[in-house]
């Protein structure tokens, strides 16, 4: 358990006075929540009961779990719980009493306090030996000075009723407050008001408190199963203790969030054996978890992040009766119904009243079972009171509220005399965020469909109950997620993906039929319209050219033009316009040829040019020769055109590139503000241009980005926040280098380079070799020493980059950062495999988001959310390597080939795509993609009604019936056909994966063979026809088998063929 439980949070109590304590304010939330604070007050004076005054008391510190609205308004306003303390709010001021060290922890909002609402903030610090009474009256006569409310002699103290004062100092401020002469008001409904719709932040805390309980539950689901599967003994109140241990250490379930922010709202639950309590105050007993045929487990888990709390829970099943199954069912569908309406306008109770109509439409004799609310409203305290789920709150639903939707069934009767079979509960609770569209399910990860709850020990199907015993006898028991034990062989993984595969299919053919029919046909051309000739300009005027002298050619460097005599005078060509230039020599004759080819509209060079379209009659000059003795002024000219004419292309290729920039924003300079998060001694790729040495630079994090800099002025990248669509830790454990990369949104120039992916690296070790040295000893003392060295240099700068990457994520979870979700990724190593994704081999591996691969350039990065589906090519027995081919869902966009996979990764690689929920396909060969994708864009009804991406799986088309391979056959590339097809059948399958130019190539080539046959040939083939008959000793068996093999060989293509499928794509 944790160590305070206050409201279950962090108290500032721990550090000395307001300088060093490391519990700090974040005045800005300060100021903002202060003001919505007094606005409330202000706008409803019925809710705060028309107080003049509101005096909060917050109780000491209890062992306990406990939920108070004293609390919950330290928590919401500075962050922290802060114990027995009085705070009183009036229209001028603001007071605080209790000791030195608690009290010095709102001195620093002070300031913040005037310029939000313009009141004073008056501390009164209670003496260790004081009962602090003179205080008390000091803060009395303050509110005794307060305006009075109209209609009202007294001044009005508002306060929290439900909340009976603890401790002797609550004990004595209560005492004297009711001898006052003031009138006590209430203010419970006010504050709950206050708190019930949630402000960006706050909706970041819950959905990461959600996601933990999800991870939790997920992990604990899996002990269970293992539990169950080898029918071991754990006691409920065991399964209790390891839940929480997960909760409070959140890197044991692999997330990285401090475990410090984070705690539990109520210890775990663990139900099962007949004895039932859905209160979240339950507690899990010492029995030991049952799990016989027709028995329920319930599992309650909620987790808390910066005081915010979140819920999830579920109901498993274990060889459900007709009972169980129905109820189970019913349950379902009415939470699901009162989800659906939390939408704002919708009133509070008709979230509950939809659920329970679901109950009394489908199995009306459990309506008396069903719990009384479907839950409450959830924040910093578990349940917010005014926000109950229930019959009667008429309270309207808003935007930004969050509930623990929590439904359930309890005390079914189950007919069966056993006590522990008796009776039984269900129970489903989710957190859920109301959206102005449709609500959010937070802790929806954790599946509460059939399939995944209800589990069996047999795969015998349960008998039907007699008629009259439980429920009606027509329901069948449900359909179990997994046989746990059976008589038979347990399913196998591969089944398992097979099926989570099928639906994956079916999900992802709706999404695309959804995406192609509303999505608007495109052109597909993005390409950029290139400079026009006639933007170029060489000289403005004709006094513009330099005086006249030799008619020799001559290049004008400044204006960029070279000047070439033509009929006695000199003509300016702009060095854009000149294409190719070359210099010849005859043997026979003293004279030198330099031949000059220019740009003219309709050449390959600039087909987008305008001129070819706007001056279609205009007469140009295509090429032009010069003949000279002078060979060393033919070659001195030719070089400096050729310098000048890369100079200029580079030049424009590079404002080009940078036209098509998007414009980021100004890069805001830490400053005073705070001391920039710096990483030195880093070198960047892609590098900047220049022939200089290249010198290591720094990394610094500013306010709003990153700046990277050298010593030189003009080597200097910045890279925004909101430009980095993902970010990439990777520290050196078997590279020689340890990075951080940054994949983003739109292009940004490094140096003179256009790139989506900028990475800052440093070498842990040096990559050198001793050349001509002998072989060093393993026990060579200088050896050790020299990897010792090296061992410690490698742990010191993956830790100054961990360090780097804490403090920047920190700097992340401000709010004005939330939008952008950013999180530093790290690649899952254990996960990654070996392949070919563009020219070299590389290691490749999966991260929580993408597939990377980030040693070798180009860089690797696929957002997997980006992906349509995965299809692994030339998978098949005998194969050592195969390949992988990424669809993307922007079908414009080239498909992703990773070539060379070895065969010894595909289990791994499917199982990471199933778990990441990416559907796959196999398929025997490789596939053009380009056609395909082509027919899909151009005819996507076709496409759908033709089953979508069904067509690439294999293990359906060859189960199908003819008439559906007939349909499927503009999309199946299949080579397994069967025996009885013809030649024809054959060449038209393979069309699919071969161009029209391959066809007539093959038929030439099948033409000339027909012509005739050389001896050799001839001889061949009656050899393999002998072989293929065999002797007439041989029996009928072997020479079918026989037979079959030189089927199979004639159809599947030869090993050595393999390299060659380039053929097959584009």
Request: glycine share 6%.
């Amino acid at each position: 358990m944790a160590d305070n439980r206050n409201g279950n949070s962090k108290t500032p109590t721990k550090g000395g006075g307001a300088g060093n304590n490391p519990y700090a304010i974040d005045l800005n939330v300060f100021s903002q929540r202060l003001k919505a604070f007094y606005s409330h007050w202000n706008e409803h004076p019925e809710l705060w009961d028309s107080s003049d005054v509101v005096a909060i008391a917050t109780p000491p510190q209890s062992d306990e779990i406990r939920y108070l609205k004293s609390s919950a308004l330290q928590m919401w306003l500075v962050g922290y719980d802060v114990p027995d303390t009085i705070m009183v709010f009036m229209k001028k001021q603001i007071h605080f009493l209790g000791s030195q060290k608690k009290v010095s922890f709102f001195q620093g909002v002070k300031k913040s306090a005037k310029e939000a609402v313009g009141v004073d903030v008056v501390t009164h610090v209670k003496a260790k030996n004081d009962d602090g009474s003179a205080l008390m009256d000091a803060v009395l006569g303050a509110i005794d000075a307060q305006p009075k409310a109209d209609g009202h002699d007294t001044v009005v103290v508002g306060r929290i009723a439900r909340e009976e004062p603890e401790g002797n100092l609550l004990k004595l401020w209560f005492e004297k407050l009711k001898s006052a002469t003031v009138q006590l008001g209430d203010v419970t409904n006010a504050l709950s008001d206050l708190f019930a719709v949630k402000e960006k932040e706050e909706l970041g805390n819950v959905k990461k408190a959600a996601y933990l309980s999800s991870v939790v539950m997920q992990k604990m689901v899996t002990k269970l199963e293992s539990v169950i599967d080898d029918e071991k003994k754990i006691s409920h109140s065991a399964l209790m203790d390891e839940t929480e241990k997960l909760i409070l250490e959140p890197s044991k379930v692999g997330l990285k969030l401090n475990p410090q922010n984070v705690d539990i709202c109520y210890p775990p639950i663990f139900q099962s054996g007949g004895k039932f309590d859905l209160r979240p105050g339950a507690a899990s007993n010492d029995e030991s978890l049952y799990y016989d045929p027709a028995s329920v487990i319930i599992c309650a888990i909620g987790s808390r992040y910066h005081n915010y709390c979140s819920n999830a829970a579920r109901t498993f099943l274990i060889d459900a009766n007709s009972l169980q199954s129905k109820a189970y069912d019913v349950l379902l569908k009415a939470h699901a119904a009162a989800i659906s309406e939390l939408k704002p306008g919708n009133k509070a109770s008709a979230a509950y009243l939809a659920a329970l109509s679901v109950v009394e439409r489908d199995a009306p004799e459990l309506v008396p079972n069903l719990t009384k609310s479907t839950g409450t409203g959830i924040g910093i305290e578990f349940r917010e009171s005014g926000l109950n789920l229930n019959a009667k709150n008429d309270r309207v639903v808003k935007a930004g509220m969050v509930f623990n939707v929590a439904l359930g069934f309890h005390n079914l009767q189950s007919g069966i005399s056993n006590s522990k079979h008796q009776n039984f509960s269900l129970l489903l609770a989710d957190t859920v965020v109301v959206n102005h569209d449709k609500p959010e399910v937070l802790t929806g990860k954790v599946s509460k469909a059939v399939k995944d709850v209800a589990y069996s020990f047999n795969e015998i199907v349960e008998e039907r109950p007699e008629k009259g015993k439980g429920l009606a006898s027509g329901t069948e028991a449900l359909i179990s997620k997994t046989t746990l034990r059976s008589e038979n062989n347990e399913k196998s993984k591969e089944e398992q993906r097979r099926h989570h595969q099928a639906e994956l299919a079916r999900q992802k053919n709706e999404e695309t039929a959804r995406r192609l029919t509303g999505d608007a046909p495109g052109s597909g051309n993005n390409r950029s319209t290139a400079k026009s000739l006639s933007d170029l300009v060489a000289y403005k005027n004709v006094n513009d050219l330099s005086p006249k002298r030799d008619l020799m050619i001559q290049v004008d460097q400044n204006n960029e033009a070279v000047l070439l005599p033509i009929y006695g005078s000199m003509v300016p060509f702009h060095i854009a316009t000149i294409k190719t230039l070359s210099v010849t020599s005859e043997s026979a004759s003293a004279y030198h040829y330099i031949r000059i080819i220019f740009n003219v509209p309709g050449t390959p060079f600039s087909p987008h040019d305008s001129n070819s379209l706007k001056n279609m009659g205009s007469i140009y000059l295509k090429e032009v020769t010069f003949r000279s003795k002078d060979q060393r002024h033919m070659n001195e000219v030719t070089q400096v055109i050729k310098n000048l004419r890369k100079k200029v292309v580079s030049r424009e290729n590079e404002r080009a590139e940078r036209a098509t920039l998007v414009t980021q924003e100004r890069l805001q300079l830490a400053g005073n503000k705070f001391k920039p998060l710096r990483l030195s001694d880093l070198w960047i790729r892609p590098v900047f241009g220049g022939r200089g040495r290249k010198i290591p630079g720094t990394l610094e994090a500013h306010a709003n980005g990153f700046r990277y800099s050298t010593t030189r002025q003009d080597e200097r990248v910045d890279v925004m926040y909101a430009n980095i669509k993902h970010a990439f830790f990777q520290p050196a454990e078997n590279e020689m280098i340890t990075l951080l990369h940054f994949h983003l949104h739109n292009h940004i120039m490094v140096g003179n380079k256009k790139t989506k992916d900028v990475q800052f690296y440093v070498e842990v070790m040096d990559v050198v070799q001793t050349l001509g040295g002998s072989k060093r000893s393993a026990y060579d003392p200088d050896e050790i020493e020299e990897e010792q060295r090296e061992r410690a240099r490698k742990n010191k700068v993956n830790t100054d980059f961990r360090t780097f990457v804490s403090r920047v994520q920190d700097l992340w979870q401000q709010p004005q950062f939330e939008a952008h979700e950013l999180e530093f990724d790290q690649p899952l190593r254990d996960l990654g495999f070996h392949g070919v994704p563009y020219k070299s081999s590389a290691y490749i591996v999966p991260t929580t988001n993408c597939l990377v691969e980030l040693i070798e350039n180009p860089f690797l990065v696929v957002t997997l959310a980006e992906i349509e589906i995965v299809n692994l090519e030339r998978v098949g027995l005998g194969q050592k390597n195969f390949d992988m081919a990424i669809v993307f869902k922007d079908f414009k966009k080239d498909v992703l080939r990773i070539d060379s996979i070895p065969s010894t990764s595909l289990e791994g690689i499917k199982e990471w795509l199933d778990d990441t929920e990416i559907k796959y396909y196999e398929s025997r060969m490789n596939l053009s993609w380009k056609p395909i994708l082509k027919t899909i864009t151009e005819d996507p009804q076709s496409f759908l009604d033709n089953g979508g991406w069904e067509f690439l799986n294999l293990e359906g088309t060859d189960s199908d019936s003819d008439q559906s391979q007939e349909s499927d056959q503009g999309y199946e590339p299949s080579d397994m056909e069967p025996e009885s097809e013809s030649e024809d059948d054959s060449s038209d399958s393979a069309s699919l994966v071969e161009s029209e130019d391959d066809e007539e190539e093959e038929s030439e080539e099948v033409s000339e063979g027909e012509e005739g046959k050389t001896w050799e040939e001839l001889e061949r083939e009656a050899s393999n026809a002998d072989r293929e008959k065999g002797n007439e000793s041989d029996s009928e068996e072997e020479r079918k088998r026989r037979k079959m093999k030189a089927f199979g060989k004639a159809r599947a293509p030869p090993a050595s063929s393999i390299p060659k499928r380039s053929k097959f794509r584009r």
